[in-house]
């Protein structure tokens, strides 16, 4: 979600929180009261508004299905305030909709233990015609499993969403529309598509202690490329505990793991996964010449390097491992996520974040990708009033937009996250280059997209033999995902 006119909502709604706004100009409407701040900002007018139509929902029950872990949990409930601004901020949203409207909220809580639960109850309560539910937040990957089963309701059908506001990512709406039909949305309710955003972080202090030029003006000069980068930790990199080996106990140029965070350099060098014909199907082109380099490249930096510390950790060892050797000095960079960065807050060294390098200079700007584990907002196919979906889940991402977002993005991260101003540049910059593709959403875990993680998983840097060995089962995916999409009613 870019995060457009983030200035112009905290100039507004969180002057007494003293948040720096950026270079928006955008100024709030003045008011007649100028002794007391509070009301000033109470009475402002809201610059952004709505545009909802005044509903009575008479108390009626609307039911948010999600998942149990705490970063889900969070994202769409707080049972009262805490003084933890994310959490008072959700927890303030809610109650400002829920009154507004007259309508109450339920929350049905999946196990995050089998990621098919919660589509799995989806499509129970549909097949059913059980309206059990009025919105599921599924993972992305396993929305996309979903969605072609006809489970899920059409976004552009239903009233009162307005893609062109700001609390929507109108790209990734545009590239998940297949055949007219859009039934994987994401906006501003969801925390996690902050919190999964791919990043690197660095040690300030290995940065004096080696000499090296600051990444952030080699970001800022658009000069922090794969060849700057991979020059750039050379030399770091030594035997601490002398046993002849590297290890994880020894100090590395670069830490990394091999799933999403090896991924993410797809994104990070822009490379064509797939481009889309004029009736809007997928047409695969990652087999090209940029790819083939883009692996030869990693597999260098990987295999045949000794910067880089490159471990197949099992998935839930993964960020504790690489903030454990971050936070230990082992590492001068490290790949990870903006919800790992703040479990650094008590390491001694400071730290700086970045984006993901770019492919080469000429590249138009920096990019990521949101971790897959992210949620996605989708409204199950039964529901019998489509148009009050729409009015709550319009209300619930301006709410989210105007007071959650910020919170979570200028409070918790700028503040208490980052360590100085340059991370906080920093951070606008990578959430900028954030996208999410019909690729990444709908292929599962054997398409395309993780053509360049499989190859390199199996220690090989062939991708066109990888490529030709894999490619038929992908094409056949595709073409069984547009033909039920064209066989589908909405």
Same mark, same amino acid.
């Given at each position: 979600?870019?995060?457009?006119?983030?200035?112009?909502?905290?100039?507004?709604?969180?002057?007494?929180?003293?948040?720096?706004?950026?270079?928006?100009?955008?100024?709030?409407?003045?008011?007649?009261?100028?002794?007391?701040?509070?009301?000033?900002?109470?009475?402002?007018?809201?610059?952004?508004?709505?545009?909802?139509?005044?509903?009575?929902?008479?108390?009626?029950?609307?039911?948010?299905?999600?998942?149990?872990?705490?970063?889900?949990?969070?994202?769409?409930?707080?049972?009262?305030?805490?003084?933890?601004?994310?959490?008072?901020?959700?927890?303030?949203?809610?109650?400002?909709?829920?009154?507004?409207?007259?309508?109450?909220?339920?929350?049905?809580?999946?196990?995050?233990?089998?990621?098919?639960?919660?589509?799995?109850?989806?499509?129970?309560?549909?097949?059913?015609?059980?309206?059990?539910?009025?919105?599921?937040?599924?993972?992305?990957?396993?929305?996309?499993?979903?969605?072609?089963?006809?489970?899920?309701?059409?976004?552009?059908?239903?009233?009162?969403?307005?893609?062109?506001?700001?609390?929507?990512? %109108?790209?990734?709406?545009?590239?998940?529309?297949?055949?007219?039909?859009?039934?994987?949305?994401?906006?501003?309710?969801?925390?996690?598509?902050?919190?999964?955003?791919?990043?690197?972080?660095?040690?300030?202090?290995?940065?004096?202690?080696?000499?090296?030029?600051?990444?952030?003006?080699?970001?800022?000069?658009?000069?922090?490329?794969?060849?700057?980068?991979?020059?750039?930790?050379?030399?770091?990199?030594?035997?601490?505990?002398?046993?002849?080996?590297?290890?994880?106990?020894?100090?590395?140029?670069?830490?990394?793991?091999?799933?999403?965070?090896?991924?993410?350099?797809?994104?990070? *060098?822009?490379?064509?996964?797939?481009?889309?014909?004029?009736?809007?199907?997928?047409?695969?082109?990652?087999?090209?010449?940029?790819?083939?380099?883009?692996?030869?490249?990693?597999?260098?930096?990987?295999?045949?390097?000794?910067?880089?510390?490159?471990?197949?950790?099992?998935?839930?060892?993964?960020?504790?491992?690489?903030? %454990?050797?971050?936070?230990?000095?082992?590492?001068?960079?490290?790949?990870?996520?903006?919800?790992?960065?703040?479990?650094?807050?008590?390491?001694?060294?400071?730290?700086?974040?970045?984006?993901?390098?770019?492919?080469?200079?000429?590249?138009?700007?920096?990019?990521?990708?949101?971790?897959?584990?992210?949620?996605?907002?989708?409204?199950?196919?039964?529901?019998?009033?489509?148009?009050?979906?729409?009015?709550?889940?319009?209300?619930?991402?301006?709410?989210?937009?105007?007071?959650?977002?910020?919170?979570?993005?200028?409070?918790?991260?700028?503040?208490?996250?980052?360590?100085?101003?340059?991370?906080?540049? *920093?951070?606008?910059?990578?959430?900028?280059?954030?996208?999410?593709?019909?690729?990444?959403?709908?292929?599962?875990?054997?398409?395309?997209?993780?053509?360049?993680?499989?190859?390199?998983?199996?220690?090989?840097?062939?991708?066109?033999?990888?490529?030709?060995?894999?490619?038929?089962?992908?094409?056949?995916?595709?073409?069984?995902?547009?033909?039920?999409?064209?066989?589908?009613?909405?």
């Amino acid at each position: 979600m870019k995060l457009r006119n983030t200035a112009a909502i905290l100039l507004a709604l969180l002057t007494l929180a003293q948040v720096s706004c950026g270079s928006d100009t955008t100024a709030a409407p003045e008011t007649d009261t100028a002794a007391d701040t509070t009301e000033a900002v109470t009475e402002t007018a809201d610059p952004l508004p709505d545009n909802l139509p005044e509903r009575d929902f008479g108390g009626e029950t609307f039911v948010i299905l999600s998942r149990d872990d705490l970063d889900h949990r969070l994202e769409a409930f707080a049972e009262e305030e805490n003084g933890e601004p994310v959490n008072d901020a959700v927890f303030q949203r809610n109650r400002t909709v829920s009154e507004r409207f007259n309508i109450k909220f339920d929350f049905v809580w999946a196990t995050e233990a089998d990621e098919y639960t919660l589509t799995d109850m989806v499509e129970e309560a549909v097949t059913a015609g059980s309206e059990d539910y009025h919105i599921a937040i599924p993972q992305t990957t396993y929305g996309g499993f979903c969605a072609p089963d006809g489970y899920f309701y059409n976004w552009h059908d239903i009233p009162y969403v307005n893609l062109n506001q700001p609390w929507w990512n %109108a790209d990734s709406a545009e590239r998940l529309t297949i055949d007219g039909k859009l039934h994987l949305l994401i906006g501003d309710y969801l925390t996690t598509q902050l919190d999964y955003t791919w990043c690197m972080i660095f040690n300030k202090q290995m940065v004096e202690n080696y000499d090296l030029e600051s990444p952030y003006e080699l970001v800022k000069s658009g000069k922090w490329t794969f060849d700057t980068f991979s020059e750039y930790i050379k030399g770091v990199s030594g035997d601490i505990d002398g046993d002849g080996k590297m290890t994880e106990a020894d100090r590395w140029g670069f830490v990394t793991h091999s799933d999403s965070a090896i991924g993410t350099w797809t994104y990070a *060098m822009d490379l064509s996964v797939a481009e889309y014909d004029a009736d809007g199907y997928p047409i695969i082109t990652v087999n090209n010449e940029k790819t083939i380099d883009v692996v030869n490249r990693l597999y260098t930096l990987i295999y045949e390097s000794d910067t880089t510390l490159y471990n197949n950790w099992n998935v839930h060892e993964q960020d504790p491992k690489i903030n %454990a050797l971050f936070e230990q000095g082992n590492a001068l960079l490290a790949a990870t996520k903006f919800n790992s960065i703040t479990a650094l807050r008590n390491m001694d060294a400071d730290f700086g974040i970045i984006p993901y390098p770019k492919y080469d200079e000429a590249q138009e700007k920096y990019y990521t990708q949101v971790d897959l584990h992210a949620g996605v907002l989708a409204v199950p196919s039964n529901v019998s009033d489509p148009e009050r979906t729409g009015i709550i889940m319009e209300a619930l991402c301006a709410e989210s937009h105007k007071h959650v977002v910020p919170a979570f993005y200028d409070i918790t991260l700028k503040t208490k996250g980052a360590r100085d101003n340059d991370s906080a540049e *920093m951070l606008d910059l990578i959430l900028d280059g954030r996208y999410t593709t019909l690729v990444s959403a709908y292929e599962g875990w054997e398409g395309v997209q993780w053509f360049t993680i499989n190859c390199l998983k199996n220690s090989s840097n062939n991708f066109v033999s990888h490529y030709e060995r894999n490619i038929k089962k992908s094409e056949l995916r595709y073409q069984k995902i547009f033909e039920a999409y064209q066989n589908m009613e909405q």
